[in-house]
């Protein structure tokens, strides 16, 4: 999918039947801005219909799309990219065209070159037509990178192929891994224990004859004890139902559906959750990162959808400690200098397990961008 910066802060990215365009800000989550895809409506953010006086609604249907068109501002000395509308809309705002994008590129070569890229790629996904100064000459589409085999080892999950179906690649499955629910079941029958421990000498001390400490306790009535003890107990009791209630309800599969353009999660044969691409705007990835060490180290990682409202939806999240995390082939003094900061990953700059899921998943849901979120600590 080809990624352009149009600007310091903002970019576009398209494919054959999508062409979003997307802001970018170092402190900031990405934001979509505009979103066509083929045979939806025109979508736009609140921001944008406000700064171009389009429908509140968000949207723009597409018999109401006249064509793409690019032309030169000798005023600003650049090049715009615009659409124009029906005369019912152009009516109600006093104008047919809107602006989409300016490039202020000195080069006026490249400049024409790109802005004319840019609006026959919309023009094709919006199925309109394009009105251009000069011919356009679409540049050829880059030879795809390879991605990572698979299985991958996530740490606590792994990513696998299912098998295959429609006779194409199969589903995508992330599976987490049996010794997370052994650590949970663990942990429940550790505070079983700790749990009748401390309701036996609490109880036991409440219907013997035995005297209590009048010295060495922290509270000021050793005769609170007991009841201290039971409040512990049930504490413990507490801990254990949440333990249960998130293994009831942290799914163990999550599955990513190439045909129906879907995540879902499941617990066993229950199913849990599930999103439509077409509500996510990106797939987010994140790591925290040790920064010390001859090889890099990751204390932390997740995979969220960005949804289109904004929200992030995680659809994995692992606390493991990763040592080496880096996969086979990979120059960890680069690595180590890869800065801290939400950049769009490419398939070529992958470096771990994680990142490179994160391609598979985008690949899997229609070439959704990437963004990679990296943290030092």
């Not at 023009?123 to 085999?149: H, K, N, Q, R, Y």
């Not at 509270?219 to 009831?248: C, F, H, K, Q, T």
């Not at 879902?264 to 959750?273: N, Q």
Request: glycine share 6%.
């Amino acid at each position: 999918m080809p990624r352009i910066a149009v600007s310091a802060n903002s970019l576009v990215d398209y494919s054959p039947d999508r062409w979003r365009l997307i802001q970018v800000y170092e402190a900031d989550a990405p934001k979509l801005i505009v979103e066509a895809k083929t045979g939806l409506p025109f979508r736009y953010n609140g921001y944008f219909a406000v700064s171009r006086d389009l429908p509140e609604t968000g949207e723009i249907q597409l018999a109401d799309l006249g064509q793409v068109v690019l032309g030169r501002s000798n005023e600003t000395s650049s090049w715009q990219l615009g659409l124009t509308l029906s005369p019912e809309l152009s009516l109600a705002r006093s104008s047919r065209w809107f602006e989409l994008l300016r490039f202020t590129n000195p080069d006026a070569d490249a400049q024409e070159g790109t802005a004319a890229q840019l609006g026959a790629a919309l023009a094709d996904t919006l199925g309109i037509p394009f009105s251009s100064p000069s011919p356009v000459t679409m540049a050829p589409e880059p030879e795809p990178i390879p991605l990572e085999p698979l299985p991958l080892d996530l740490g606590l999950w792994r990513l696998e192929e299912a098998p295959q179906m429609h006779g194409g690649d199969g589903e995508l499955r992330l599976i987490r891994e049996k010794r997370w629910l052994r650590a949970k079941q663990r942990q429940i029958a550790w505070y079983c224990v700790l749990t009748l421990v401390y309701l036996w000498v609490s109880i036991a001390t409440l219907t013997s004859e035995l005297g209590l400490p009048i010295a060495g306790t922290l509270i000021p009535n050793p005769a609170w004890l007991p009841y201290l003890g039971i409040v512990v107990a049930v504490l413990l009791l507490l801990a254990i139902g949440r333990l249960l209630l998130i293994i009831l309800r942290q799914p163990n599969t999550i599955v990513i559906n190439q045909y129906e353009k879907t995540v879902s999660a499941s617990r066993g044969d229950r199913p849990l959750w599930k999103v439509n691409a077409g509500g996510v705007q990106s797939i987010y990835v994140s790591e925290v990162v040790k920064k010390r060490g001859r090889r890099p180290t990751v204390l932390h990682g997740e995979i969220n959808l960005h949804l289109l409202d904004g929200r992030f939806m995680p659809i994995l999240i692992d606390h493991e400690k990763i040592v080496d995390a880096l996969l086979p082939g990979r120059d960890p003094v680069t690595e180590k200098e890869r800065p801290a900061d939400v950049h769009v990953l490419e398939p070529e700059a992958v470096s771990t397990a994680l990142q490179a899921a994160a391609i598979h998943i985008s690949v899997r849901l229609g070439e959704l961008p990437v963004w990679y979120d990296r943290r030092l600590k």
